[in-house]
T-cell receptor, first 111, second 113 residues
Framework: DVKVTQSSRYLVKRTGEKVFLECVQD?????MFWYRQDPGLGLRLIYF???????EKGDIPEGYSVSREKKERFSLILESASTNQTSMYLC??????????FGDGTRLSIL | QKEVEQDPGPLSVPEGAIVSLNCTYS??????FMWYRQYSRKGPELLMY????GNKEDGRFTAQVDKSSKYISLFIRDSQPSDSATYLC?????????????FGTGTKLQVIP
């Protein structure tokens, strides 16, 4: 079974802090994705990566950056956290041409 | 207009009922169709994945795709309380060299014992 592990289930941070969300997959998938999920808005793609050190902007990249130094690990960085970034963050991975598999999410609160 | 429309529910049914969950989409370029199940405070879990029009069955679950009317459905037979979750439809197309997945906002299902 595919295993996508997100480092924290719940996280509380303060406005202006730099926040790191970590994601690791164990299936040698080329593609990795970061989404945020908000009620009524569904899943929105923030960034994705199709190879080590490669990254592409999704639909809502503003205020975020990513890092992929190793194939199995994809990090999402909130450069200066703001209250409107309070959300559920979901990481996913996939092989080319195959559906995405998700982690259990990180519920992030920015106070 | 959203590219993928899904009734948010909630949908409440008695245990044992047949459940029908539906989505419509607007872009005929969508090629692949998925259903995910998401339990509260968990990530989406892939249930069904299909490419062509027609039916695909897996146990109590049947996914149906009608590309001519841009309509996708998930049927759950003999529904169980453990099926209570939010169900997300999703579609997929190649866009500029990568696969762009568009999700519906989800339908919340409650199966009452």
């Amino acid at each position: 079974d595919v295993k996508v592990t997100q480092s924290s289930r719940y996280l509380v941070k303060r406005t202006g802090e730099k926040v790191f969300l970590e994601c690791v997959q164990d299936m040698d998938h080329e593609n990795m994705f970061w989404y945020r999920q908000d009620p009524g808005l569904g899943l929105r793609l923030i960034y994705f990566s199709y190879d080590v050190k490669m990254k592409e902007k999704g639909d809502i990249p503003e205020g975020y950056s990513v890092s992929r130094e190793k194939k199995e690990r994809f990090s999402l960085i909130l450069e200066s956290a703001s209250t409107n970034q309070t959300s559920m963050y979901l990481c996913a991975s996939s092989l080319w041409g195959q559906p995405q598999h998700f982690g259990d999410g990180t519920r992030l609160s920015i106070l | 207009q959203k590219e993928v429309e899904q009734d948010p529910g909630p949908l409440s049914v008695p245990e044992g009922a047949i459940v029908s969950l539906n989505c419509t989409y607007s872009n005929s370029a969508f090629q692949y169709f998925m259903w995910y199940r998401q339990y509260s405070r968990k990530g989406p879990e892939l249930l069904m994945y299909t490419y062509s029009s027609g039916n695909k069955e897996d146990g109590r679950f049947t996914a149906q795709v009608d590309k001519s009317s841009k309509y996708i459905s998930l049927f759950i037979r003999d529904s169980q309380p453990s099926d209570s979750a939010t169900y997300l439809c999703a579609t997929d197309m190649n866009s500029g060299g990568y696969q762009k997945v568009t999700f519906g906002t989800g339908t919340k299902l409650q199966v009452i014992p």
